[in-house]
């Protein structure tokens, strides 16, 4: 099982930024998918971006473009750090948004679907608000 946890939530105004970042730890094998999601009030979850251990990433509908996704990793490979990177941010991106991770991976490439991911953090609110 791998140990998520996010930080770096908080209030922000509109048009402003914020980064999020999440560590993950304890992957029993050196393949991985990692993601975030995020549950507005009242809407489903909704996949933002996820990583994979190569580095390739894949972005939820209408988030590329504001959202940026990366990661650094260790160099044993037994942890890694994900960020979400949020820009020009809007009331509408008020949310939870979560980490996930999956390892091995559920398919062969990451995707930014709940099913593909066993493994979440508790969340980080992010709220944007004037």
């Known amino acids: 099982e791998v140990q998520l946890v996010e930080s770096g939530g908080g209030l922000v105004q509109p048009g402003g930024s914020l980064r999020l970042t999440c560590v993950a730890s304890?992957?029993?094998?050196?393949?991985?998918?990692v993601a975030w999601f995020r549950r507005r009030p009242g809407k489903e979850l909704e996949g933002v971006a996820s990583?994979?251990?190569?580095?390739?990433?894949?972005?939820?509908?209408s988030m590329k473009g504001r959202f940026t996704v990366s990661q650094t990793v260790s160099q044993d490979n037994a942890k890694n750090t994900l960020y979400l990177q949020m820009d020009g941010l809007k009331p509408e991106d008020t949310a939870m948004y979560y980490c996930?991770?999956?390892?091995?991976?559920?398919?062969?490439?990451?995707?930014?679907?709940?099913?593909?991911?066993?493994?979440w953090g508790q969340g980080t609110q992010v709220t944007v608000s004037a």
């Open positions: 996930a991770a999956s390892s091995p991976p559920a398919a062969p490439i990451c995707t930014t679907i709940e099913a593909d991911f066993n493994d």
């Open positions: 304890g992957y029993t094998s050196s393949r991985y998918c």
């Open positions: 990583v994979s251990d190569d580095g390739v990433t894949k972005y939820g509908y």
